[in-house]
């Protein structure tokens, strides 16, 4: 099984920036896609961006031209960042990582880490 761990987010004023980053180990060998989504108080949880093993990247309309995703592969493990840019109050959300394993077609999914975003 794949595991992941979560690291960043907290408490930043609107306009600020933060970077989340999520490392995935275990049986990796099948995961075709990593990425991040977000889940707001009330709302359903929606995609924020994905990256795939051959370099595809896709983002929601709400954070083109402000996030980045990153991913690198080490022998072990693959990581993905996000980096956040020009944060507005209505990013406020917990933010979760995703890998998809192409092989066994199993979602695996990070523990959550909050965002908030102050005006």
């Known amino acids: 099984q794949v595991q992941l761990v979560e690291s960043g987010g907290g408490l930043v004023q609107a306009g600020g920036s933060l970077r989340l980053s999520c490392a995935a180990s275990g049986s990796i060998w099948g995961i075709n896609s990593m990425g991040w989504y977000r889940q707001a108080p009330g709302k359903q949880r929606e995609l924020v961006a994905t990256?795939?093993?051959?370099?595809?990247?896709?983002?929601a309309d709400f954070v083109k031209g402000r996030f980045i995703i990153s991913r690198e592969r080490a022998t072990n493990a693959i990581t993905v960042d996000l980096q956040m840019n020009s944060l507005k109050p209505e990013d406020t959300a917990v933010y979760y990582c995703n890998a998809y394993d192409l092989l066994t077609s199993y979602d695996a999914w990070g523990q959550g880490t909050q965002v908030t975003v102050s005006s």
């Open positions: 990256t795939k093993s051959g370099g595809t990247t896709n983002y």
